[in-house]
Structure formats: structure tokens, C-alpha cells
């Protein structure tokens, strides 16, 4: 089949990549010149484990291309993917669809035959309706069917995800496009990941309601952990101990600093605005959405207490910058409300992240950006683990604390057992521990 993806980010390129590699030719297209050339190139725009080497692979069988020319690309495709984002529009927290819209105009300009176009970008419930709306108005002439198939990938896991889905939703009614997006994911279903199909609406939906649970999930356990610290219990125990119940899952019950990153906050925001459109509050993603706010602002908070009562003129180290560790993404990320909290109080922050150095100097850039732990340790009086990679999880604690000034440790992860670290010298500070 021949699928076009409009986007080439973290969705598009990912998706992208993986439909080449199920043996259908793909074009990738994104507006940003300086993607399209380092992809090109053999470059990735972005960092997502493996997805180098199987842009290679496909690119060299000559099955994935990428261009800056969407009205070439579009040009007799089977299936053309909306994989833009769609941030939070400035001042609302509505989903802003204006790149939705403009690549459906673009589209719309372009196409030649019938097609099926398939909005990946998470979307508000009616973003479908309007799309084909679009189309109608725009191209009468040609058969446009509009499906919605949200992307349920997660950064840093994003090809596995990918290509072993714990399902996969799609929404439409018109049999012609059912048919097409089954040729699609047929590699993927012949491995048994269900295929749910739903109507447009439903499937749009049941992707805020996906994110808004796990929000809720993760904001559920931090107030339990702060709970926990007032009540001497230990949090990593309750999460076993519930989460062993199969009714509640493992799964997001780690207490930590809140939860960011280039989905949750918006998209829990998105849903709200379509519950207040529709006059069908949804209280309890309200709360979720206020509860993980201010949790930001409190772990800055934490931090300052860690250094005893004057903080100012003090230096810390931030480990993690990202917002969750195999990803270089800082959309959201709890260290830019930590380390605001932190600069406002007059701490130096020194700050080390494996592979979100780049885009953190360009949201932060007064921060002292170090080579590793260690240099960020120098001379700091405590050090901070903000995102859990595994470059954090065996840190040298005596050489650290050597380079130390102070040997304070805020384990924002819970990733140290409490026993080591105070054996190793350092006052240890976790969370709901
Ligand atoms: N990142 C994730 O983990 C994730 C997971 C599931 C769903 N999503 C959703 O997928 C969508 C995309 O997210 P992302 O993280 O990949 O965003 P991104 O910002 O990484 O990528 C979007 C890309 O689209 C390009 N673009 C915008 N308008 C274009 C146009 N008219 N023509 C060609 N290219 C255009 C941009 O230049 C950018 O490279 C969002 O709706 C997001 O909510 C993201």
C-alpha cells in the first residue's frame, strides 16, 4: 500500500517508520525543512531508542522516503495519516487544531483519487466531523473518507508500542475505509492485537479517556505518597500491594513529581474544555489536573527543604531533565517547574540529562549544563534525581558525595533504597517513603 504521514515527529516518523517496515511504502512530510534534510541525511530529528536503525533499513529497501512536498506525497496515496500536534492553545487549554486544519487544507488541495485521510494527532471529539467537512466543501469530486485512529505509542518505548499494540482503535462507518485501514494494520492483527472499531466520535474520545485514567492513575498514588509521609507508611509497599490486584494493575502507580510530558497535561486539559462545551463537567480530571499542578510547585518546595533553611547562595544538581527517561522530549517536564522554583529561591542549578541537553538549553538557558553526575555533583549541596534513566540508578555514591558539598539526596523517584544512600553519608529525602 502506499500511506503518506503528514508530520514527522515523534508520532509520524515512529508510525511512519514501522508501516515501511511492515512492507508498505511510506512518504514522510513535514513542513520543517531542517527534519526533512536531517532525515535525509541519515540523521534523527529525535531520539527514540532503535528508530536510527530501522529508518535505515527501510530507507536502503526503499520503502520510506521523506519530503517537504505534501502535494507530491499525497498524490495517489491509499492512506494519508494526520500525525501534527496539537498543543494546548495559548490561554484556554483547548487543543489547538490549527495544524490539524491546515494539513487537511493542504490535503484537500492536493489529493487525486479516492482516499482514506486517518487523523492520528489526538484530536477533540467533532475534529473528524470537521475535517470532512472540509473536504466536501473543498473537493466534491473526489471520494474522502475521514477515520479517526488515535496513537497510543508511549516515548521512549514507541516502536514496540508500535508494532505490538495492546489495541488498536478505529473509528469510522464507511466500509470502504474499514477495509483500507484493515490492509493497513493487517501485519499487526495477523499477530492478534485487536482491532477496535468504533464510530469517529467514540474513537476520538476514547483516547482523552485513555490519558485522563492513567493521569489519574499517577496523580492517585502522589497524593497517596504524600499521605504515606504524614503517616509513616511507605508508598512503594501500598503500590505492590494494590497494584498486585488485578482489577488495579501494576502499571503508573510510582509515585514521583508529577506527571508531564507532551500528552498528559494537554490532553487532560482538552478534555475538559470538551466536557465544559458539552456542559458535562468531568470532576475528577479537574481535580487531576490541579492536584499534579501544584504538585510541580511543591517538589521545588521539597527540594528548598532539603537544604535546610537558607537555601539562597546554595547549588544543586538536577539529575534528569526529560520527562520520562529514553526520550530527549522536555514538553511539560516537572524539572522546568522544579528548577524555576529553585533559580526564584537563588540556587544555582547545574543540570545533567542523557539525551535532552540540547532542548533543555533552549527552554532553560541559565542553567549550568554538565557533562555527567558527577560533573554536575561538583560542588553542589545536594543532588536532585528528577527523571529515572538509567545512567541515575547505580550512581557511585562515595565518589559523589566526594565532589559534594553538602551530601544532601532527593530521590524525586524513589529509585535508592533509604539504608544505602544514608550508609553512603547522604541525608536522603524520597517520596511517600
Ligand atoms: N508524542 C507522543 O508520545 C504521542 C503519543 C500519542 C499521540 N500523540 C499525538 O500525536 C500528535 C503528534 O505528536 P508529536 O509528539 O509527534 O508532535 P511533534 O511536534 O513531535 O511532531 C509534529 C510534526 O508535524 C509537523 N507539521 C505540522 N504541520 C505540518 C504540515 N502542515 N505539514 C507537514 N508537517 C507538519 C511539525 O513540523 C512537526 O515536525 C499530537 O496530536 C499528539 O498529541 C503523541
Redesign the pocket.
Known sequence: MRITM?????????SGACFSDFGHDVIC????QS?IDALLSGRM??FEPGLDQLVASNVAAGRLTFT?N?ASAVAGADAIFI?????SRRGDGH?DLS??F??TE?IAAAVTGPTVVVT????PVGTGDRVEAIFREKRADVDVAVVSN??????GA?IGDFKRPDRIVIGTEDERAKQVMRDVYRPLYLNESPILFTSRRTSELI?YAANAFLATKITFINEIADLCEAVGADVQDVSRGIGLDNRIGKKFLHAGPGYG???FP??TLALLKTAEDYDTPVHIVEAVVKVNDSRKRAMGRKVLHALGDTPRGKTVALLGLTFKPN?D?M?DAPSLAIATALADAGVTVRAHDPEGMAPAKAMMPDLVYCTDAYDAAEGADAVVIVTEWDAYRALDLARLKRVMTGPVMVDLRNVYQRADVEQAGFAYTAVGR
Open positions: 503528514i508530520g514527522s515527529g515523534y508520532v509520524g516518523l515512529v512530510v513535514d513542513k520543517d527534519k530529528p529525535i517537504t505534501l500525525a501534527v500536534g496539537t498543543p487543543a495544524y490539524v491546515a494539513a493542504e492520528k494527532s489526538t484530536v488515535p496513537e497510543f505509542l508511549r516515548e514507541a483516547k510530558g507532551s500528552c494537554k490532553d526520550t522530549d514538553r
